[in-house]
């Protein structure tokens, strides 16, 4: 090998030998993963021993370089198998320490902190109460409903715009995430003849942008009352009694004309602003318009009912769809449907 320098070599060498017998030291007292890390650092770190012996290679003519190259890299790999050879052996020490620990059974733990009762299924069993002692049915059904039973059946075709505001989570070309517990609607009149009186809470998604009064996920109230002679005074009455128990007697309920192609003639619910009554024209819970709305509600539309076989000649009905989390924005004054989702223990406890 022409122009190979022993001297050079073999102080390279020893100087390989010495950092290798040194890291092995910091292995051996090193008994954690912090230690074993804090050695590797300060041995193959980019600014450790090792990367100052590397860069001393420049020092050496050119032709030798390789050959020392090789060697360090020998060493480097020596390094690393003892390091990974201690990290399993202090891992499986940690296990047995763990393991011989003696656990006294008998001191006392720590007190479980019991949940308390969500806001929002106080709203839906307080509401579903009210109904039930007017003689109406609770009824639950799936989350996951065919455009049918959303759409179709509801008098919205494929195509209709309405479709537009109950855009969902689609599962496939026909399944999606029930935008609204209408479709409970026409399950239940479907499977059951008339009279019908049924509450029918239930969790909804809508693909609508997060804020202090929306979310993709949460809860509706639907009713719905079908039989002889029912009219939109008996819808009145009703829901202006549930917002009286639900959020006392000083809240106001009004009714606008509105539009859903399930009903004729609609009307959107609204009740007055629990946070600023109307005064503020700032206010962050109702925009300065003084109400919050509801929901939605009306007289059940004929072909609805012509669809489930219901003759539109001889009955009636009315339904209305009612936001859970709307509603106990209002009844506990909070500023942000945010805020239920939040699992915050400390939030929800102040309102059990
Ligand atoms: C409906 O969903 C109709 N199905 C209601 C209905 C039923 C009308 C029966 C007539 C007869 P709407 O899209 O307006 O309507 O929603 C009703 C209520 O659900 C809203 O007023 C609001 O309180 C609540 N809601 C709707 N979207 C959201 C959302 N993204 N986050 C929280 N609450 C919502």
């Keep these: 090998m022409p122009g190979f320098s022993f001297a050079a070599m073999s102080e390279l060498n020893e100087?390989?030998?010495?950092?290798?017998?040194?890291?092995?030291?910091?292995?051996?007292?090193?008994s954690d993963e912090r230690s074993l890390e804090a050695a590797r650092a300060q041995y193959l770190g980019r600014s450790g021993d090792l990367a100052a012996i590397r860069r001393?290679?420049?020092?050496l003519p050119s032709d030798e370089r390789p050959t020392a190259g090789k060697e360090i890299n020998d060493a480097v790999a020596a390094m690393e198998e003892l390091l990974e050879r201690r990290r399993v052996k202090v891992a499986s020490h940690a296990v047995e320490e763990a393991l011989s620990r003696r656990v006294d059974v008998t001191f006392p733990a720590p007190e479980a902190r019991l949940g308390s009762?969500?806001?929002?299924?106080?709203?839906?069993?307080?509401?579903?109460?009210?109904?039930?002692?007017?003689?109406?049915?609770?009824?639950?059904?799936?989350?996951?409903?065919?455009?049918?039973?959303?759409?179709?059946?509801?008098?919205?075709p494929p195509e209709h715009p309405a479709r537009e505001g109950f855009d969902s989570f689609w599962i496939d070309e026909t399944l999606l995430l029930r935008p609204h517990t209408s479709p409970?609607?026409?399950?239940?009149?479907?499977?059951?003849?008339?009279p019908i009186a049924i509450i029918a809470p239930g969790k909804c998604y809508r693909r609508d942008a997060v804020d202090a009064r929306h979310h993709f996920q949460f809860h509706?109230?639907?009713?719905?009352?079908?039989?002889?002679?029912?009219?939109?005074?008996?819808?009145?009455?009703?829901?202006?009694?549930?917002?009286?128990?639900?959020?006392?007697a000083h809240?106001?309920?009004?009714?606008?004309?509105s539009f859903f192609p399930f009903?004729?003639?609609?009307?959107?619910?609204?009740?007055?602003?629990?946070?600023?009554?109307g005064s503020a024209t700032a206010c962050s819970m109702c925009g300065g318009s003084g109400w919050i709305e509801l929901g939605?509600?009306?007289?059940?539309?004929?072909?609805?009912?012509?669809?489930?076989?219901?003759?539109?000649?001889?009955?009636?009905?009315?339904?209305?769809?009612?936001?859970?989390?709307?509603?106990?924005?209002?009844?506990?004054?909070?500023?942000?449907?945010?805020?239920?989702?939040?699992?915050?223990?400390?939030?929800?406890?102040?309102?059990?």
């Excluded at 100087?15 to 090193?30: I, K, N």
């Design 15 to 30: 100087r390989l030998t010495d950092l290798h017998a040194r890291f092995e030291r910091a292995l051996e007292v090193a």
């Design 56 to 59: 001393s290679i420049g020092r």
């Design 117 to 156: 009762t969500h806001p929002i299924r106080h709203v839906i069993e307080d509401a579903c109460t009210y109904f039930e002692r007017r003689g109406f049915a609770v009824v639950l059904g799936p989350e996951v409903e065919p455009d049918y039973y959303n759409f179709d059946a509801l008098n919205i």
């Design 184 to 194: 409970m609607q026409i399950r239940t009149m479907q499977n059951h003849r008339p």
């Design 220 to 248: 509706q109230l639907e009713g719905l009352l079908v039989a002889e002679g029912v009219h939109f005074g008996h819808l009145k009455g009703m829901l202006a009694g549930l917002c009286r128990v639900l959020l006392g």
């Design 251 to 257: 809240q106001s309920v009004r009714f606008r004309p």
């Design 263 to 277: 009903t004729e003639p609609s009307a959107e619910v609204d009740t007055t602003c629990p946070k600023c009554g």
């Design 296 to 352: 939605g509600a009306g007289m059940v539309h004929a072909n609805v009912l012509r669809e489930v076989g219901y003759d539109p000649q001889r009955l009636s009905g009315w339904a209305f769809g009612f936001g859970a989390e709307r509603i106990a924005l209002a009844r506990y004054d909070v500023d942000d449907i945010r805020r239920f989702i939040d699992s915050d223990p400390d939030f929800l406890e102040q309102l059990a």
